[in-house]
């Protein structure tokens, strides 16, 4: 039974796949105004704190653009920048077919580390990882990205920084890399071969035998990370301190973790979410249709006693987002752990999220969270207590300064 609804699941996506493919290139009127009037609505009734006059603003130069052409890439693009707006990592408006047709993948990611754009992951031979990008098509690579950073959904010009080569459809199909080492790297997004980087799974090993050990978790996405993490607690529960390495994790829910670790009470997010046009607002509110806020706040968590109670370092970057944040939060206002790194993306919102029979989706925050102080978080991302920041080079070398400083806290705490 199983085999066969995994036999008809996989017949329904490849199905949807090829349907989508063939999806028209071109939007009736009545399509682009349905789907505008729909994403305007659920951002209105939805998204906490919005500032209505500038989002119908927005809306207005919105609807100048899609009602002029009939091009659905035009309307794709028109519909990224008007949601991407909100600067908010969780609200984003894709299109499979958009993706299908013009979404090819580079082959390579890169952001700025230390103020140069960097090459951190490469699935092309003839780009390395720690290359410096300084030019696309020989335009400053900080102007172009200035100019594509209104397509590309995210809390802060950081986390941007972090998806713009994530975003495929806002580069050519063919493009040229300038290097600061002189290079052009041509890129064709169509014929590149491409080297497809091998899935990490959660690994651990000891730094110092039986005193100092180390846990990696890529993600925190089903039940296996999680549970190969706690058999690493079990089997490092000799150990003084555990640096636990949750850098480029992007999330997921790693409750059972988080209180395998914790043992202690904490202060959870504060949240705030949005109500606008209920019935009660309609029928007894002077202020409709403006929105009212509903904030919920102090609550405290108390922990069964942890699997590990030792010393515990968190190694964190801008990597780190949604669920890896709520992971991390607890422990940093707790102060059960010592984080070192990078400041976390900044970006945890619970959604409303909408498929369209076409193809196209729209996600929008509904409750957005700060911190239990009620400090922003959006944006801001949770500061490490030890910043260690990666270099070009340090990529080009294999060297890794963030593990090395973990590990030297570990040790001091040892000493008398």
């Known amino acids: ?42 951002v209105s009734s939805f998204y906490p704190g919005l ?59 890169a952001y700025p580390l230390a103020g140069k754009w960097t090459v ?16 696309i098509d020989n335009v400053p690579i900080d102007d172009f990205f200035d100019h594509s950073r209104k397509h590309v959904s995210a809390s802060s010009s950081r986390d941007a920084a972090v998806s713009l080569f994530d975003t495929p459809v806002v580069f050519p199909e063919k493009f040229t890399i300038t290097l600061s080492d002189g290079r052009r790297v041509p890129i064709d997004r ?41 058999q690493y607690l079990r089997e ?7 640096i636990v390495d949750i850098r480029g994790n992007p999330g997921g829910h790693p409750v059972a973790l988080q209180a395998s670790l914790m043992g202690r009470p904490y202060q959870v997010w504060t949240e705030s979410s949005s109500q606008h046009g209920g019935p009660i607002l309609r029928n007894y509110s002077d202020a409709y249709p403006e929105h009212a806020t509903v904030t919920y706040s102090d609550a405290m968590v108390h922990p069964r006693e942890p699997g590990y109670a030792g010393r515990l370092i968190l190694l964190t970057d801008r990597i780190c987002s ?9 422990f940093k206002y ?10 976390t993306a900044g970006t945890f919102s619970l959604t409303r999220h909408v498929d369209y029979e076409n193809g196209m989706m729209l996600n929008i925050s509904a ?23 990666m270099t070009p080079n340090d990529l080009k070398t294999g060297r890794d300064p963030v593990l090395q400083k973990a590990l030297e806290l570990a040790q001091q705490s040892e000493r008398p």
């Open 367 to 389: 409750i957005h969270h700060s911190f239990p102080d009620g400090s922003t978080f959006e944006g801001v991302g949770i500061a490490p207590d030890v910043p260690v920041d």
């Open 190 to 230: 169509q014929n590149d071969k491409k080297t497809a980087a091998p899935a990490e799974e959660t690994a651990g090993r000891w730094l110092v035998e039986k005193r100092v050990a180390y846990i990696k978790i890529p993600n925190f996405r089903g039940i296996e990370p999680q549970a190969r993490a706690l």
């Open 51 to 109: 500032s209505q006059q500038k989002f119908d603003a927005a809306y207005q130069q919105y609807l100048a653009t899609i009602l002029r052409s009939e091009d659905r890439r035009e309307f794709d693009l028109a519909s990224m920048a008007f949601v991407a707006e909100l600067r908010d990592g969780h609200s984003w408006f894709a299109d499979r077919w958009l993706d299908r047709t013009y979404g090819q993948p580079i082959g390579f990611l």
């Open 334 to 343: 707790s102060k059960r752990a010592t984080l070192v790194g990078e400041t």
């Open 1 to 42: 039974m199983r085999r066969l609804l995994a036999f008809v699941l996989m017949a329904v996506s490849v199905l949807a796949m090829v349907l989508y493919a063939q999806s028209p290139a071109t939007l009736s009127l009545q399509e682009r105004v349905t789907i505008a009037s729909q994403i305007y609505h659920i």
């Open 120 to 135: 951190v992951q490469s699935g092309l031979d003839k780009v390395r990882v720690g290359d410096v990008i300084t030019a």
């Open 236 to 242: 490092f529960h000799e150990a003084k301190a555990i």
């Open 322 to 330: 949604c669920g890896c944040e709520d992971f991390v939060m607890p």
